[in-house]
């Protein structure tokens, strides 16, 4: 199909609105959350002027992949409302031009800003959220707890790190339980204490330790010191690595091979809870790209109207789309989390709801 006058003044009207509002939006983002902190730790002496510039540019891909779908629906409101208002709408359709045909040009420029959407949220927000961590010097230490089953699905041991940062690895707690097949299997049957431990690819070694003995009944028994005490091997040692590695990032810092891997380990080692939260974080990527095709169609919906309709009626409604897309976010995050909903469903829900409001809105405005 080649690409008429329509369609080029139609997509330089939606190209440019759409980018003011990216930008109004990022402004109105960053100036009270991030400018203004900024500003004050920079007169404080916490940052230089140096640091401050970095952390502002840095900080701007998070506030690019929630402003692009914003832009894209808001930005197709504001010029299907005007092109309706000036009646220039109606001309089109008198002459012979049906709906989704004028709107062409805005879907394709929405398949482009989707991919780029794609591309903030993948590469370049991982990038820049682990330039900030650098930047600001937070504390990467974080608290990992790796749980060990045997081969029947029951607890062999739990390893607990609280103190880990890169390679050191320190305080760490190990709980032995009792075979399953014993009198009193559920209970403990050793704690062992350590101040470090040693990681050598294929195996984590505790070179002292203090070693808590406890009786099938509960009651503690006698202290051991015990040397080169192998807590993990193979498969195990080096998944547990990974997944520490991993641990200490979130999900907004992990590129996307970096999660489709942290993933694997967590499903391959059955640590329920996590695997489904960072699915469903996996799965949204590909959504939230997906949602600027959607909004820029919703857009175009809402902003055709009878020139003596209200004007700001679907500006509104758009306002409360992204309220709802954005503020349920964190709720959708918990039901995939404790398993109330799959990751799968949790993530699509949003994508079918637009399309079932496209389809609604279709019928209602008579298209």
């Not at 629906?73 to 004028?102: A, C, H, N, Q």
């Not at 970096?258 to 799965?283: G, V, W």
């Amino acid at each position: 199909m080649k690409v008429k006058l329509l369609d080029k003044y139609i997509l330089s009207q939606v190209f440019w609105t759409c980018f003011g509002c990216v930008f109004v939006f990022m402004i109105i983002w960053i100036m009270p959350e991030i400018l203004l902190k900024t500003v004050q730790r920079t007169i404080s002496g916490q940052y230089s002027i140096e640091t401050a510039i970095s952390i502002i540019l840095f900080e701007l891909p998070k506030v690019l992949n929630i402003a692009l779908p914003v832009g894209m629906l808001i930005g197709s409101i504001i010029t299907f409302d005007k092109l309706s208002k000036d009646f220039e709408i109606t001309v089109m359709r008198g002459s012979g031009f049906p709906f989704f045909r004028i709107i062409i040009s805005v879907i394709i420029l929405s398949v482009f800003v989707s991919g780029f959407t794609f591309f903030v949220g993948s590469r370049l927000l991982p990038f820049s959220a682990c330039k900030l961590k650098d930047i600001k010097g937070e504390n990467r230490i974080s608290q990992f707890v790796f749980p060990v089953k045997n081969s029947d699905d029951t607890m062999n041991k739990i390893l607990i790190v609280s103190n880990f940062d890169n390679n050191n690895i320190k305080d760490v707690i190990v709980l032995n339980f009792y075979d399953r097949s014993e009198k009193g299997s559920s209970l403990l049957s050793s704690i062992i204490v350590s101040d470090y431990i040693k990681y050598d690819y294929n195996s984590w070694t505790i070179n002292t330790a203090k070693k808590y003995l406890i009786s099938k009944k509960g009651v503690f028994e006698k202290i051991e010191n015990i040397k080169n005490y192998k807590v993990l091997e193979n498969h195990s040692a080096i998944n547990a690595y990974k997944l520490m590695r991993y641990s200490v990032n979130k999900d907004r810092e992990l590129t996307n091979t970096q999660m489709s891997e942290y993933i694997r380990l967590l499903k391959q080692e059955k640590m329920d809870d996590e695997y489904r939260f960072m699915l469903n974080k996996y799965i949204q990527r590909f959504v939230h790209a997906l949602m600027c095709v959607l909004f820029a169609i919703l857009g175009c919906l809402l902003g055709f109207s009878q020139p003596r309709e209200q004007k700001f009626l679907g500006l509104l409604i758009a306002v409360c789309i992204i309220f709802a897309y954005y503020i349920t976010m964190p709720f959708f995050d918990m039901l995939a989390e404790k398993a109330v909903l799959s990751p799968w469903v949790t993530a699509l829900i949003a994508p079918v709801c637009a399309s079932v409001l496209i389809i609604i809105l279709k019928r209602i405005k008579d298209l």
